[in-house]
């Protein structure tokens, strides 16, 4: 039950991380456009710079609770991955509550108020006179940050259920890097063979 | 305490909570919060009318409509794709009948393999497990030395994040200020002159000692020059075309460097399509790998520019600019510390927080000693490569061990790269002695 719960939350950011890594698709061909429109056609669209940023601004930023998620974000890991799964789940607990959630929760508050105000006024870049809108896109701070808090939230009991059982909980997978994809197959292998 | 103490108790707080493990873009941000509120506290104003959660929000806007990181994804999407477009093998075996006069031909194939693959892709961990798997059997099984095999595909691999273009100089630009461009134009002289040195090694071992690499029977080589011919256009050249019309395009000013990563990522599609390598399972793969990689480095940004700029607010920079400056280093000797500092945070930490998080300590001191940012970045780029293979976080020599026969030792491959270190070490100090190495190129294009 709770297992379930833990893993819709991972499916939640997933998806929500899956459909924003499609602008990463929109912008290669988008900018290519705009480069073939320039020498090609010799006629540069307006749109084009501003269209970048806001796709990649838009990529990164709601990524954030996906990459928690699948524990992709960087850590200096060289003591800790030496512990034993209860010792590291404590830490993490403890730290989740002072290195998480004040950032955090500052990022959805002050990212709320600066993404109003600029709602207020409906804003638009200043870089071109196509006048492109850019108010979604400080719209999407408060956003992420509310996804981080929900992702938190599961990594946070994740680790209260390690502390009771001495395991790291599933978590969801999706793709892997190629190198862990194979030295994972090699392990198996080596496994096997040493089975027989 | 006064504030320049405070942040000094940051920045130890901080590298403390790194070594604990916990995800150092989040660390980075709370700490950047939580200090910047008593840093700009106002008696009687209202908690959330601190300047903190205004920068907080203004920092993080900033990073996501910054125009030098929008090149991030694009590379790393450029990157996935080549790396699953089955280009490897046919690489790796064309060079290598291409290059069999060649005392050592397979490591040298290795490393040529490595060092264009590399730079097309970017990631390090991608190359040298797949070289580890086609190209250190091969050579085991041909009877080269462990060793020399190993420090091959290890120091080959990670080339990549030094030869142009690649996504660590885009992330010191956005660092430092510096153009892309140019940086991109003042370490290709040196990236080539260290896989030089590396080629120029291991003739010379073979050379001198041909039991470490002894050659393929014939029968195994004996391809006919036309065969050859077609094998390299098959496979060298599309990828050596690809990665050149990419770097001339940002080198000539004919595109920023987003706009020719979006066209090398264009390019990386085609180019798994030729290779009946696309398909919608791999598409995906490459963009959900995109996402979770660009994440992970942009928010170490955000983080990170939270945490410096409450920092310098408290008075921490200038506090190490005075005690920096009170050691009465020259040029020189300032150039051996900081390189020095930077060479053993590569020993527990990766690249992309060195230069997001650590680097940035440096730069403010660049002028008083009189050295220029760019110059500083090709150093700086060319001692990471280090970080790649010195224990314990010698992730290069992880890949490999991860994946190599069992009765290959870790310390074996350690010994491998030793000889490889002591080469990029060799570069530096040759970047020092000759700073045209880094110059001449940006002044040919760009002038002075």
């Known amino acids: ?196 | 305490m006064s504030n320049p103490e405070l942040a000094l108790v940051m920045l130890s707080a901080f590298i403390f909570i790194i070594l604990l493990g916990f995800p150092i873009a989040f660390t980075l941000m709370a700490m950047g919060v939580m200090f910047g509120y008593y840093a700009y506290f106002v008696p009687g104003q209202e908690f959330f009318d601190s300047r903190v959660f205004y920068l907080l929000s203004q920092n993080t806007f900033s990073i996501m409509n910054n125009d030098v990181l929008t090149a991030v994804p694009l590379f790393l999407f450029m990157g996935y794709m080549i790396e699953r477009s089955n280009i490897l093998d046919r690489l790796f075996y064309s060079l290598q009948v291409a290059l069999r006069a060649i005392p050592g031909a397979m490591a040298v194939a290795a490393l040529i393999t490595c060092a264009l693959f590399a730079t097309a892709t970017g990631i390090v961990g991608a190359v040298v497990t797949l070289m580890g798997l086609l190209a250190f059997p091969a050579m085991l099984k041909a009877g080269y030395d462990q060793k020399l095999a190993a420090g091959v595909i290890c120091a080959g691999g990670t080339l990549g994040i030094l030869i142009p273009p690649s996504i660590m100089l885009i992330v010191y630009g956005a660092t430092s200020a510096v153009s892309v461009v140019k940086l991109y134009a003042a370490a290709i002289v040196p990236g080539f002159l260290l896989a030089g040195l590396y080629v120029v090694y291991v003739i010379v071992r073979a050379t001198i000692n041909p039991k470490l690499a002894p050659k393929l029977p014939k029968e195994e080589t004996d391809v006919p020059w036309v065969r050859v011919i077609m094998l390299l256009a098959q496979a060298f050249v599309p990828l050596a075309v690809l990665i050149l019309s990419v770097l001339g395009a940002i080198l000539f000013g004919l595109a920023t460097p987003s706009e020719a990563a979006a066209i090398g990522a264009l390019g990386a599609m085609v180019l798994a399509i030729v290779y009946r390598a696309f398909s919608w399972v791999r598409l995906k793969e490459a963009v959900f790998l995109t996402a979770r990689t660009s994440a992970m480095v942009c928010w170490l940004f955000v983080g990170s520019w939270t945490f410096s700029s409450v920092f310098s607010y408290l008075g921490g920079e200038g506090l190490i600019k005075n005690f920096v400056l009170s050691m009465n280093l020259n040029t020189t000797t300032f150039l051996l510390l900081s390189q020095a500092i930077i060479f053993l945070l590569g020993w527990p930490l990766e690249w992309s927080e060195i230069i997001i998080i650590f680097v940035p300590i440096f730069l403010p001191l660049l002028p008083h000693f009189g050295v220029d940012p760019m110059f500083f970045g090709v150093l700086v780029a060319l001692n990471l490569q280090t970080s790649f293979l010195t224990p314990p976080m010698a992730m290069s020599a992880y890949y490999l061990k991860g994946i190599a026969p069992k009765f290959v030792l870790l310390w074996t491959i350690f010994k491998g790269c030793f000889p490889f270190l002591g080469m990029v070490f060799v570069t530096m100090f040759l970047v020092y002695v000759f700073p045209q190495l880094v110059y001449w190129l940006p002044n040919v294009f760009y002038g002075n």
């Open chain 1, 1 to 196: 039950m709770l297992q379930k719960f833990l893993i819709n939350i991972d499916r939640f950011s997933m998806a929500v991380g899956h459909a924003f890594a499609w602008c990463i698709l929109i912008l290669t061909l988008g900018t290519s456009y705009e480069v073939f429109m320039r020498y090609v056609l010799n006629n540069p669209t307006s749109w084009a710079f501003d269209m970048s940023y806001i796709l990649y601004g838009g990529l990164f930023i709601m990524s954030g609770a996906y990459a928690l998620s699948r524990n992709a974000h960087v850590r200096g890991d060289v003591l800790f991955r030496l512990l034993r799964p209860r010792v590291q789940a404590t830490i993490e607990l403890v730290l989740y509550f002072i290195f998480f959630y004040p950032g955090v929760t500052a990022l959805i508050i002050a990212g709320y108020g600066y993404a109003h105000d600029s709602f207020g006024y409906r804003e638009v870049s200043v870089n071109s006179p196509a006048g492109v809108p850019i108010w979604q896109l400080k719209a999407l701070i408060p956003l992420a940050g509310t996804m981080l808090f929900i992702q938190g939230i599961a990594q946070v009991i994740r680790c209260i259920l390690c502390i009771q059982t001495g395991r790291w909980p599933r978590q969801l997978h999706d793709v892997e890097e190629l190198e862990s994809v194979i030295q994972h197959e090699h392990e198996k292998q080596a496994a096997g063979e040493g089975a027989q």
